[in-house]
């Protein structure tokens, strides 16, 4: 009942803070062909990360983009990002101050999740295009039979094409105001195994755009490549073409907490269809509605694609099936693991499906697991955004049908049932099924882990509040209670087991039999002991039984004291191994382990794993060769005109990385990193391509003193006192409950700081040093007519629908905040100081001013054209800027970039101008 | 409750007016009571239960997409690996025009302008071809394309010709025909697409019916005439024997008064029928098979085309003998690019079209006239007797035929389609009549 309240009242908070939610992200302006001027998130600049770093040897040994491993990894990133980093100020992280924490975890964390979507699943062409959906097949049929009375007799019925193109993005460009949708880019709805993440084109970054449909020839305020992405094609031939159901599943999760993210607000612009009016819009900015809305159809249409074709009878029949009357009993049907298209390219659209044959018919519990864990998310979604999923969409000015909700619903009802009938011996699950020789005997913990993981999101996900009361289900037993019993049986079986094997040290064999309990493989594999974690805490969250915390925190201190290795910041891949192997599976699941360790992890305990993330991080993902590229969201912010790496972190921009015409920002599929001098002979007889990080002439500085960040050891119990208080349990943004341990009240000490000092160390990455929003919003209101207290509190309280953490507020338990009352005020007191008006308004007027970090080349490119540049912007603008920056920088001057790039009107009142087309800006 | 008597122009009128104007929510309008909901079906939970989905798909690909070949990206043969959507018919009409003059015949790789010096011959092809697409609906037998081809043949043929390039017999002929060719019928079949698979590729199996004639004659429906040796004793001329050059003096000029007659016109049969590759028809039943590669650019894949497409592909006839004759094998090979001048409207096709024929043979033995005094072939080489033998009959065809290949596509629409191409012939065979261009236009609708 409690759980119940508490579930409510978030929601109604929610509720009423999102029509409030105004907004707009940022801050590079996009001149549209109907003349509006809509805003795009720009670039940063990061902090210093000097003192994490330790040169490291290292061979990318695989660059192929394996589409399940690389999604799981960006899930797991996802969740340290800006949605994760809101979570762990409301749990009262002591991230005061931590720039470099903020850094990875809000910003590259993030955009590495956020683009390993867009450029592995829509950019790239890596998989079945949307437009081929059976959602669409359904609606053209529909469109077809209604419009008949229209049409003459004989002419053809509308195409999938027709539909998309001709109904139902026109009227998203209105609902979201963006003009028009990305050439070449293919959102697609079954994705393709694997394939090479090369470029296949010159990424254009001059603003060049030629605009087909508009005429609109350039001045867009945005790269060329914001709308043409046909150069992030991949190569199809490289191409993997088969169907992995776990891929599968992992996108499907991919897209469903990305839809909530994009539609988490609605932004006011300029109408796209009555000039000089302003109206609310859907999504958070125009881009992120589009993107929201394209998350959305790709979900549904893989959904039914998977109900309506994937169906697997065990002979290895597909076709269709009705989930909701589906009963194992009555002849199993299930997703099999592998399945084959028979594609055929048509010309003038991507290859389209004409047939599908079942490659191989075991069902894994991996493939199972991620496709529950992903569509319990998309059920999550479907009563979550009401504004989205409504009755009769488009009339009502929804997108989808509300009633796909009850296929979701049954495809994850057939997957648990799957799972009890198929993949369990006794009450244990395992991890393969084969028609042949049905269960198997042995499960790994990669597998135990998804499908603990799987099996608490989904019965959480049916207790959910919404979806309960839209579907009239009884609140405590939920949805469908007798499936939602059975997985939480299945969960507690395999929890209990993990806890029944694990060693006297806290280890994890890589598998078990789990009819003799021994264990299979190695027991000195680091990948299962961050497995044996995550399905641990899983297991916590869903029974908040501390015996599991206190298990993985045994596991924890095995890592901490075998497997981490100081001097180079990487976890060993097995005991007695000087080479580490990365794979983006490890980079998730270790991730993964660290962010839920530090959820269980009482506050007062948290700050040194706070401390060495940074270090872990930069050296795992940025120095090792993992990341293989980046944009300007984190760092390359002049878009590699001159400099291929400008932000000196050993990762380029992405059209300067390796290949003919560089490489997606995404993972590498293999990485191999020498622990020491004499492992360095081992990594040299290792296939694979080494890696320097200075190669792309990033000047990467190296100033990690040696022992100054060991991995902390935690406390297996922690101890009862009376200075601890008991924590409410936390809404994290994805929707569902999670406990938090009793803590020690966070009294953060004085450090005397200044309200400019807590705004640059807190502040900039989202808001920018002179306060024109990044992925935050601009300052001007809050400097210059806000008062005092109503600027104090939006840090104060936060601001869910734009995920402005509650700085002052927490869990609005005992425990705290991370900022007090006074230090806000300080922060408040600044931004309203005469000293940073003037900064406001410089910085809006175009001046560089040397004691910051450069901003984006487009911030002043697109406000060029607002201030009287006619001329299209080339790569010689870009780099205009960039000069400008250096010669104030060493000149100690402030300089005028607006002037430089031929703005003609008076950079005195450019801000007014501004504001005008910002209008959003300044309302809230 | 429905909001209409008519839900579906209900329906339509509300798109209409989406279409117009923005969403209540676009609109900024407090939300209204919303819009009692259609009763429109919501198949969700049955999709692809009582019928495949992939067999509703398959229904709609027609009408989706009207042609799976893009009508700029193939050439101007149907040697490419895509085939036609299931239950469509294509409709062409071709045309290929060829002129053969003398020096266009060969032998040894080189012009044979002593036999063939002043001959001429003109032949106009018309193709009716009907292309059809089913689909047997089950694994491995999709993707099918059947393929009626109805041949024309007219030729005119005009000129003199000296056998064995005796100068002095001069044959004339001057006649022309217009005959049905063998009809063929093939079934291509698309085993590999491109989308799943580097290239694309299909392969192909038919037969060609013996509609067309065999038996075509000198002279027959027309003129042929002779200058012939005077005969020393009124009798034909011995075989084997050296007789002086001046008995091809004389000039009777009809084909009844010419002594050695079957010599001459039985070069080939013993009724004095044209080499094969001058007959409309083969006489007997012959079978291709063939196997076609495509590879299609996408926009992005090779600059500076946007879309282009290169094709590859190979037929073999086999053919059987027929009256004696065996017209022999005939592989037909092709390698050509094809890519938009004008995207959506016009693309050029370049490349390499050629024939490899293998020798024909003809059965029996005739008389031809040698030259053994000077050991020459040609009285212009010194000789001075000519000396009568009986011989196997030799063949007339032989080698590769190679032709560079232009095409202009024009395809006001994409059901429609014309192409004109010249073959300009780049590689001259071993033996036989190659014409140094020809001309092709060709019309196609699809249905």
């Known amino acids: 009942m409690t759980r119940g309240i508490v579930r409510k009242t978030c929601l109604a908070l929610l509720l009423a803070l999102l029509p409030a939610g105004s907004l707009l992200l940022a801050h590079t302006l996009m001149n549209t062909p109907d003349g509006r001027v809509i805003e795009i998130k720009e670039g940063t600049a990061q902090p210093d990360l000097a003192i994490y770093r330790t040169p490291l040897k290292s061979k990318v040994q695989e660059r192929r983009f394996y589409m399940g491993n690389a999604q799981y990894a960006a899930n797991e990133m996802f969740f340290v990002g800006q949605t994760g980093f809101t979570d762990m100020i409301r749990a009262v992280f002591p991230v005061r101050a931590k720039q470099a924490f903020h850094w990875v975890t809000h910003q590259e964390a993030y955009w590495y999740a956020r683009l390993t979507m867009g450029f592995g699943a829509a950019t790239s062409h890596c998989g079945i295009s949307m437009i081929h959906g059976p959602y669409w097949t359904v609606k053209a049929q529909e469109y077809s039979r209604k419009n008949r009375l229209q049409r003459d007799r004989g002419e053809r019925s509308l195409s999938n094409k027709d539909i998309f193109l001709g109904f139902y993005l026109p009227l998203l460009y209105k609902r979201v105001g963006i003009p028009r949708v990305f050439d070449d880019a293919h959102p697609v709805y079954l994705e393709f195994a694997s394939g090479m993440p090369y470029f296949t084109g010159k990424m254009g970054v001059a603003d060049d755009f030629r605009d087909p449909q508009s005429a609109k020839d350039g001045a867009w305020g945005v790269p060329r490549y914001w709308y043409d992405t046909r150069p992030f094609r991949w190569d199809h031939d490289t191409m993997d073409v088969m169907l992995d159901m776990g891929a599968i599943g992992q996108t499907q999760k991919r897209r469903a907490v990305w839809m909530a993210y994009m539609y988490k607000a609605n932004h006011i612009e300029e109408s796209p269809s009555v000039p000089g009016e302003e109206i609310t819009l859907l999504g958070n900015d125009a881009e992120e509605g589009l993107r929201g809305a394209m998350l959305t159809w790709m979900n549904t249409n893989q959904i039914l694609a998977l109900k309506a074709q994937f169906a697997a009878h065990p002979d290895g029949k597909l076709g269709g099936i009705n989930p909701l009357r589906y009963r194992p009993e009555e002849g199993l049907r299930y997703f099999p693991h592998l399945i084959r298209p028979n594609l055929t390219l048509l010309g003038d659209l991507p290859e389209r499906p004409v047939g599908w044959s079942v490659k191989d018919r075991r069902s894994l519990l991996w493939d199972q697991s991620s496709l529950l864990w992903g569509m319990s998310e998309y059920f999550h979604q479907v009563y979550r955004l009401p504004e989205i999923f409504t009755a009769n969409p488009p009339v009502d000015g929804g997108l989808m049908e509300k009633s796909l909700g009850p296929v979701v619903r049954g495809m994850n009802n057939m997957i648990v049932r799957n799972l009890a009938a198929m993949h369990r011996q006794g009450d244990l699950l395992v991890s393969e099924w084969s028609p042949e020789t049905g269960a198997g005997t042995t499960v790994t913990l990669r597998d135990s882990a998804l499908a603990i993981l799987a099996l608490r999101e989904f019965v959480d996900r049916y207790l959910e509040i919404n979806a309960v009361e839209a579907l009239g289900a009884d609140e405590d037993a939920g949805i469908d209670p007798e499936v939602t019993r059975l997985a939480g049986k299945m969960l507690r079986a395999q929890a209990e087991f993990l806890l029944a094997v694990q060693g006297q040290d806290g280890s994890f064999y890589e598998g078990y039999d789990v009819t003799s309990r021994r264990g299979t493989g190695r027991s000195t594999v680091a990948r299962s002991q961050f497995a044996g974690i995550r399905a641990l805490l899983a297991a916590y969250h869903a029974t908040e039984n501390e015996k599991y915390a206190r298990a993985a925190r045994q596991t924890w201190n095995l890592l901490a004291g075998s497997y981490y290795h100081e001097p180079t910041g990487l976890f060993r891949s097995q005991l007695g191994s000087d080479v580490v192997e990365l794979t983006p599976y490890d980079v998730g699941i270790q991730l993964g382990a660290i962010r839920e360790i530090m959820f269980t992890t009482p506050v007062h305990l948290i700050e040194p794993i706070l401390d060495w993330y940074p270090r872990w991080w930069v050296q795992t993902v940025d120095i090792s060769g993992m990341q293989q590229s980046e944009l300007n969201f984190t760092g390359e912010l002049f878009y590699g005109v001159r400099d291929a790496d400008f932000d000196g972190d050993g990762i380029p921009f992405a059209s300067k990385g390796p290949g003919r015409h560089g490489i997606a920002p995404s993972l590498a599929a293999r990485v191999a990193v020498a622990l020491g001098g004499s492992a360095s002979s081992a990594l040299a007889g290792l296939e694979g391509e080494d890696h320097d990080p200075d190669r792309w002439g990033g000047n990467v500085r190296y100033e990690y003193q040696a022992g100054s960040m060991p991995m902390p050891r935690l406390p297996i119990t922690i101890e009862e006192s009376d200075e601890l208080v008991e924590r409410s349990p936390m809404k994290r943004f994805d929707g569902l409950t999670y406990p938090l341990p009793a803590s020690k009240p966070y009294h953060p000490s004085d450090t005397g700081l200044t309200g400019k000092q807590l705004l640059q160390r807190n502040c900039i990455l989202c808001h920018g040093w002179t306060g024109q929003g990044i992925t935050g919003l601009p300052w001007r209101a809050d400097a210059f007519e806000r008062t005092r207290d109503s600027m104090f509190e939006i840090p104060k309280f936060g601001r869910a629908s734009r995920l402005m953490p509650e700085w002052g507020l927490g869990n609005a338990d005992g425990v705290g905040s991370v900022l007090s009352d006074e230090e806000i005020y300080r922060i408040v007191d600044f931004v309203q100081s005469d000293e940073f008006k003037t900064l406001i308004e410089e910085a809006e007027a175009g001046i560089i001013h040397p004691q910051f970090p450069p901003k984006d080349a487009y911030y002043y490119i697109s406000r060029a054209y607002l201030h009287g540049r006619k001329e299209k912007a080339t790569e010689a603008d870009i780099l205009t800027v960039l000069e400008a920056y250096e010669r104030a920088v060493a000149t100690n001057t402030k300089i005028n970039v607006l002037e430089l790039l031929g703005a003609t009107s008076s950079a005195a009142g450019a801000h007014k101008e501004e504001q005008t087309a910002a209008g959003a800006a300044s309302r809230r | ?447």
Not at chain 2, 13 to 26: C, E, F, K, N, Q
Not at chain 2, 74 to 90: K, S
């Open chain 2, 1 to 447: 409750m429905k909001t209409s008597d008519s839900p579906a122009a209900a329906g339509l009128l509300l798109l209409g007016l989406l279409a117009v104007l923005p969403p209540a929510a676009a609109r900024g309008e407090s939300p209204q009571d919303p819009p009692e909901p259609v009763e429109t079906p919501a198949p969700w939970l049955d999709l692809g239960v009582d019928e495949p989905l992939i067999d509703i798909e398959r229904k709609l690909i027609k009408d989706q997409i009207r042609t799976f070949i893009p009508p700029l990206l193939r050439g101007f043969t149907p040697m490419h690996a895509f085939t036609l959507p299931p239950n469509t018919l294509e409709a062409g009409l071709s045309a290929r025009f060829a002129s053969i003059g003398g020096d266009d015949f060969f032998r040894g790789g080189e012009e044979n302008t002593a036999a063939f010096g002043d001959f001429d011959v003109e032949r106009l092809f018309l193709d009716l071809s009907l292309f059809y697409g089913f689909d047997l609906g089950k694994k491995y037998l999709h993707n099918f394309t059947a393929f009626l081809n109805v041949p024309f043949l007219a030729s005119r043929t005009d000129g003199f010709l000296h056998p064995n390039g005796v100068g002095l017999i001069d044959i004339m002929n001057r006649a022309s025909t217009q005959e049905i060719g063998d009809v063929s019928l093939f079934i291509k079949k698309k085993v590999v697409d491109q989308a799943n698979f580097p290239v694309g590729i299909a392969v192909m199996g038919g037969i060609f019916f013996p509609t067309g004639a065999n038996d075509e004659r000198f002279g027959v429906d027309g003129l042929i005439a002779t200058r012939a040796p005077t005969l020393p004793s009124g009798g034909p001329p011995p075989v084997g024997v050296p007789l002086p050059i001046e008995i091809l003096a004389g000039l009777p000029r009809t084909v009844g008064q010419f002594p050695f007659n079957d010599g001459v016109f039985n070069r080939f049969s013993d009724d004095g029928r044209l080499p094969s590759v001058l007959q409309p028809g083969d006489g007997a039943m012959s079978y291709q098979v063939g196997v076609f590669l495509t590879r299609q650019f996408l926009p992005g894949d090779l600059p500076p085309f946007h879309r282009a497409a290169l094709h590859f592909g190979t037929t073999q006839r086999f053919r059987q003998k027929a009256d004696g004759v065996d017209r022999g094998d005939l592989n037909t090979h092709q390698l050509t690019f094809v890519f938009p001048l004008k995207r959506d409207f016009v693309s050029l096709e370049v490349g390499y079209f050629g024939t490899y024929q293998s020798a024909d043979h003809y059965d029996g033995t005739f008389i031809t006239p040698f030259f053994t005094d000077a050991g020459g072939t040609n009285v212009s080489s010194g000789a001075t007797h000519v000396t009568f033998k009986e011989v196997p009959r030799p063949p007339f065809t032989k080698g590769e035929w190679g032709n560079l290949v232009t095409s202009l596509i024009v395809s006001p629409d994409p059901q429609i389609r014309f192409v004109a191409t010249l073959l300009t012939r780049v590689v001259e065979p071993d033996l036989g009549p190659a014409p140094p261009n020809i001309f092709r236009f060709s019309l196609s609708a699809l249905f």
